[in-house]
């Protein structure tokens, strides 16, 4: 005879965190494959929490009231209406109560894991330097160009986008540009064909090799200010504006360390913590947390 196994129930705050953090969807609003991953997930964090607080490290560790009760009223301020509020917890199987105890929980994991976090090595200068150096590209940066764009199509479909009705609108717009430049975004909204028109033709900061080449050609010869004449691309007809220049340069060793030295400080604690936890003890059930 085939033994059945009883379904698991995950523990109920796990589940939701584990759910939202996958899916952005409450457990209840999850389809069946989605939810199976969701569990397995909310067991295996709630195996490993339970051995984070079995470990010597989380005995003396105790959760302020006043922490506790921030962590609450971030959740609670979430809900314009109590009664919205409630009605979620019961629909994830929590109450105010067991809500509040799975916090604590929370919090005293992460309490634990922040005093083992602690013990991660200083960064010093020499690693620091060496980082620099090999990871020289990091602290290059390429000369970028804060560029706008009008641009009008060529579809022989359409009547006003025929290659000569196209070239003929376009090249009407840039003479209006050269004489009042500073119409360029009123005219972007008014006739370009890009989605960029919204803000104005705005391509961003761009480095070289990023547009159509024959753009990339134009605008990197644009003074800062400056409209070019009429460009054609692959797609159409485009007039630039080249807002800005950013000049190339090198990131030093000097400003380059606060930065280098908060990466690393941040990857000796994950270092730190992996360590210790892979060097726990498997921790014994716990109560009826997985209980049917």
């Known amino acids: 005879m085939k033994t059945v196994e009883k379904p698991v129930r995950t523990e109920p705050y796990t589940l939701l965190r584990a759910s939202l953090a996958m899916y952005q969807k409450a457990p209840d609003k999850l389809e069946p494959a989605e939810l199976k991953r969701a569990q397995a997930q909310a067991r295996n964090e709630y195996k490993l929490e339970s051995r984070v607080l079995g470990a010597p490290e989380a005995s003396g560790v105790i959760i302020p009231e006043r922490e506790l009760q921030m962590a609450y009223k971030e959740i609670r301020d979430r809900y314009e209406e109590e009664s919205e509020f409630l009605s979620d917890l019961a629909k994830n199987r929590l109450t105010e109560e067991t809500l509040r105890q799975a916090l ?54 359409y009547p006003e986008n025929t290659r000569e009705n196209a070239e003929a609108r376009i090249q009407e717009i ?54 070019s004449e009429v460009v054609e691309s692959e797609i159409g007809f485009h007039v630039l504006l080249c807002k800005q220049i950013h000049r190339a340069e090198t990131i030093s060793l000097k400003n380059a360390t606060p930065k280098i030295r908060q990466l690393m400080k941040e990857r000796y604690r994950r270092n730190c913590q992996r360590a210790w936890l892979a060097n726990l003890p498997v921790a014994e059930p716990e109560g009826n947390s997985y209980g049917g």
Do not use: M, W
């Not at 083992?116 to 390429?142: D, M, T």
């Not at 705005?202 to 800062?224: H, I, M, Q, T, W």
């Open 174 to 227: 840039c003479a209006k540009l050269h004489k009042k430049p500073h119409k360029f975004a009123e005219l972007a909204l008014k006739h370009s064909e890009c989605p960029t028109s919204l803000n104005g033709g705005s391509l961003g900061k761009v480095p070289r090799g990023k547009l159509y080449p024959e753009l990339d050609a134009v605008l990197f010869n644009l003074k800062a200010g400056e409209v």
């Open 104 to 157: 604590y929980r929370q919090c005293k994991v992460n309490a634990v894991l922040e005093s083992v976090a602690a013990r991660a090595p200083e960064v010093n200068e020499v690693e620091i330097g060496i980082y620099y150096h090999l990871h020289a590209e990091k602290f290059n940066r390429p000369e970028l160009r804060d560029a706008c764009h009008i641009f009008i199509s060529i579809n022989p479909d």
